[in-house]
Nanobody, 123 residues
Framework: QVQLVESGGGLVQAGGSLRLSCARS????????MGWFRQAPGREREFVAA????????LYSDSVKGRFIISRDNAKNRVYLQMNSLKPEDTARYYCSARPGSVVTAASSYEYWGQGTQVTVSS
């Protein structure tokens, strides 16, 4: 059984920081690219960041570039999203995802998904 479980969400004031964590279990994801997506009510799921299997290739959406940092620790089977300088428009449910191969931004290309963790940024 493959599982991705997100944690670390919560309520934070604008300008604050949160660190999301995604724990992987059921199989090794060392050869998989990992991504973070988010979805706000009434909106489509949106790409946030992705990291290649060895961490050498990273992509960010323009809306989070310079504020968010994605990283991974394959020994701990975890991927992280450090979110700084949070804005109210960052409010959404954040999802961890995995796909074999290279980093891409299309949600449809990701094979495995977690249940998400809610991030709410107050103004």
């Amino acid at each position: 059984q493959v599982q991705l479980v997100e944690s670390g969400g919560g309520l934070v004031q604008a300008g604050g920081s949160l660190r999301l964590s995604c724990a992987r279990s059921g199989r090794t994801f060392d050869s998989y690219a990992m991504g973070w997506f988010r979805q706000a009510p009434g909106r489509e799921r949106e790409f946030v960041a992705a990291i290649s299997s060895a961490g050498g290739s990273i992509l960010y959406s323009d809306s989070v570039k310079g504020r968010f940092i994605i990283s991974r620790d394959n020994a701990k089977n975890r991927v992280y999203l450090q979110m700084n300088s949070l804005k109210p428009e960052d409010t959404a449910r954040y999802y961890c995802s995995a796909r074999p191969g290279s980093v891409v931004t299309a949600a449809s290309s990701y094979e495995y998904w977690g249940q998400g963790t809610q991030v709410t940024v107050s103004s």
